[in-house]
């Protein structure tokens, strides 16, 4: 159905991947075909997607994805938690941006929650940067518990306490043996 990334990824894809780890290990499933990105958010079936657009920038290591983490260690999270990597999954971007936020500028990091393919929450950059972790966690959750209905966290509170601080780029990462 649809071209399988086609371009190139603009980052190494090895310097990204603890920052996509972070997002991994606490539930979040990657699209990164814009085949990947239909089969999570075409679907009419009520259910709550959490979409993370990740990114190397400092404000989605600083706050958007440890905000993010300790937001799924609420009681009520989303149903499905999806992320995609600007500069890396660059089909799969474009396309979710073209077909699901056509009037929304495009921004990384950017977060937004979706019922039956249309979003019901965003948080794009501006509303990101100059924040702390726990203020994007503060808000995911109150989000979260208005909108949301499947009973968390998304990984155990022991889980969860091993994300670790990367020595590269700020980002949490789960700790390596």
């Given at each position: 159905?649809?071209?399988?990334n086609?371009?190139a990824?603009?980052?190494?894809?090895?310097?990204?991947?603890?920052?996509?780890?972070?997002?991994?290990?606490?539930?979040?499933?990657?699209?990164?075909?814009?085949?990947?990105?239909?089969?999570?958010?075409?679907?009419?079936?009520?259910?709550?997607?959490?979409?993370?657009?990740n990114?190397?920038?400092?404000?989605?290591?600083?706050?958007?994805?440890?905000?993010?983490?300790?937001?799924?260690?609420?009681?009520?999270?989303?149903?499905?938690?999806i992320?995609?990597?600007?500069?890396q999954?660059?089909?799969?971007?474009?396309?979710?941006?073209?077909?699901?936020?056509?009037?929304?500028?495009?921004?990384?990091?950017?977060?937004?929650?979706?019922?039956?393919?249309?979003?019901v929450?965003?948080?794009?950059?501006?509303?990101?940067?100059?924040?702390?972790?726990?203020?994007?966690?503060?808000?995911?959750?109150?989000?979260?518990?208005?909108?949301?209905?499947?009973?968390?966290?998304?990984?155990?509170?022991?889980?969860?306490?091993?994300?670790?601080?990367?020595?590269?780029?700020?980002?949490?990462?789960?700790?390596?043996?």
């Amino acid at each position: 159905m649809f071209n399988i990334n086609q371009r190139a990824p603009i980052y190494d894809p090895e310097a990204v991947q603890p920052m996509r780890d972070e997002l991994t290990f606490v539930g979040f499933q990657e699209a990164t075909t814009p085949q990947l990105v239909e089969d999570f958010l075409g679907k009419q079936t009520d259910e709550t997607v959490l979409v993370v657009l990740n990114s190397v920038c400092g404000c989605s290591a600083g706050s958007a994805r440890p905000g993010v983490a300790e937001a799924l260690q609420n009681s009520v999270i989303p149903d499905k938690l999806i992320t995609l990597f600007a500069g890396q999954d660059r089909d799969a971007v474009d396309y979710f941006r073209q077909k699901y936020l056509p009037e929304v500028a495009p921004s990384s990091p950017f977060i937004a929650l979706f019922k039956n393919g249309s979003a019901v929450h965003l948080m794009p950059r501006y509303k990101i940067e100059g924040r702390y972790a726990d203020e994007i966690a503060d808000e995911l959750k109150q989000v979260f518990n208005n909108l949301c209905k499947t009973q968390g966290p998304s990984v155990s509170k022991e889980k969860y306490g091993q994300l670790v601080y990367a020595k590269t780029c700020g980002s949490k990462i789960p700790a390596h043996p």
